[in-house]
């Protein structure tokens, strides 16, 4: 009967063969979808066919977003859920993306979200911990470099913690670095990918343009520019919106990549390989235990951690800057669930 239905699956069409892959239930929770970043990304995800069921949460308006966003015409079911309906909006998912908390206005670094978000990523952790324990979890809240530690910590006092199931999402450093790379080199930025590894905030992005074949060509003045601008990205955007917050689109963009990515890893295809911020050995002799460096994404989540490859000796200035900051962020994080 299964190898029948298997068979089938083979000989249709594409657009069957994604409605058959429904058949694997995967369903993504969203929380925080009724944010600036939420909104747009649940409609991305809406569009994605390895996305099956999408679980809207937010503790404002995550009912309305899902009316709308189930409106659109692809295979996916989609449910919203009210502040209470936390539980029930977790139940049997396998993919967690959680953009809810705070976002910076001018002035501000990321760090200053702290005091707000890591208490709202905290409790979303338990909740996950305690319903969907098996559950990826893709954190998008700010600051990234302490908000995975703080799940990290928050599952591991749970009992339940996987290493291979926890992501900062990091992507919209790459996005930017693409972007940025290929408008100086009059290429296309799908022409002109970029690893960036560290964490996610000013020095501790560490763009790896050596490794790159048009970003190798970039030195002296423009160099220092575009580095700077990829270390800084989120503050253009921020100083852009003027107060009303910010990059949500973009990062919505980024974080439909991002998930898509992993959908596929989970899928089983090989060779899916993206930079994102997981528990690492790479300096954990150093006390840095989560890191952000290219990453396989495979059938468990976390499938192999690369290691960065030669630097320049810009880039080993870089690396030496983020370190020591990034430590700084990790350790307040974890004391934060700690104490
Ligand atoms: N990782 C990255 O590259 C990026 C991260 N961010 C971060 O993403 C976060 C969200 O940004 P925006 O969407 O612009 O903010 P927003 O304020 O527009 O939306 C946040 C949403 O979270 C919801 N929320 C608050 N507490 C909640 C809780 N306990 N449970 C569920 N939902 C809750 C709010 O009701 C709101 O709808 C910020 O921390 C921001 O700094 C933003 C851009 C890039
Ligand atoms: O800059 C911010 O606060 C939001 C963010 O993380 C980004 O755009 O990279």
């Known amino acids: 009967m299964l190898a029948r239905s298997a068979l089938r699956t083979i000989a249709t069409p594409s657009s ?51 009316a ?16 209470d309906q936390l539980d029930q909006a977790l139940e049997g998912v396998k993919v967690v993306v959680i953009p809810a908390g705070v976002p910076r206005k001018p002035g501000m670094t990321r760090d200053d979200l702290f005091n707000t978000n890591a208490s709202i990523v ?32 928050t599952l591991e006092k749970a009992g339940v913690f ?56 970039i030195t002296g003045e423009a160099y220092e520019k575009l580095v700077n601008r990829i270390q800084f990205g989120g503050d253009e955007v921020v100083k852009a919106k003027d107060g009303a917050g910010s990059a949500t689109l973009s990062m919505a963009y980024a974080g439909a990549k991002f998930t898509h990515a992993l959908l596929r890893g989970l899928n089983g295809e090989k060779g899916v390989v993206t930079p994102t911020f997981v528990k690492s050995p790479l300096y954990a002799d150093q006390g840095i235990d989560f890191f952000s460096s290219n990453v396989e994404l495979g059938p468990n989540g976390v499938e192999k951690i690369h290691e960065i490859g030669p630097l320049t000796a810009e880039e080993q200035k870089l690396l030496e ?18 104490n």
Do not use: M, W
């Open 68 to 83: 709308d966003v189930s409106h659109v015409d692809t295979g996916s079911e989609v449910a919203g859920y009210a502040a």
């Open 16 to 66: 069957r063969l994604f409605h058959q892959s429904a058949a694997r239930q995967t369903k993504v929770a969203v929380l925080g979808a009724g944010g600036g970043i939420g909104q747009p990304l649940s409609l991305l995800l809406k569009n994605d066919p390895l996305v099956t069921s999408l679980s809207l949460y937010d503790i404002r308006g995550a009912p309305g977003v899902a």
């Open 122 to 153: 905290r409790d979303l952790a338990a909740a996950i911990g305690r319903v969907a324990p098996t559950a990826h979890i893709l954190v998008i809240s700010n600051p990234v470099n302490s908000t995975v530690p703080i799940v990290a910590a």
């Open 321 to 338: 800057a983020c370190l020591p900051e990034l430590k700084k962020n990790i350790e307040k994080g974890k004391a934060f669930v700690a």
């Open 162 to 217: 996987d290493p291979k199931r926890l992501f900062g999402v990091t992507t919209l450093d790459v996005v930017r670095a693409a972007r940025f790379l290929a408008g100086l080199s009059s290429v296309s930025p799908a022409e002109s990918p970029v690893t960036v590894i560290g964490g996610h905030s000013g020095a501790t992005i560490v763009p790896l343009l050596s490794q790159s074949e048009y970003g190798k060509k």
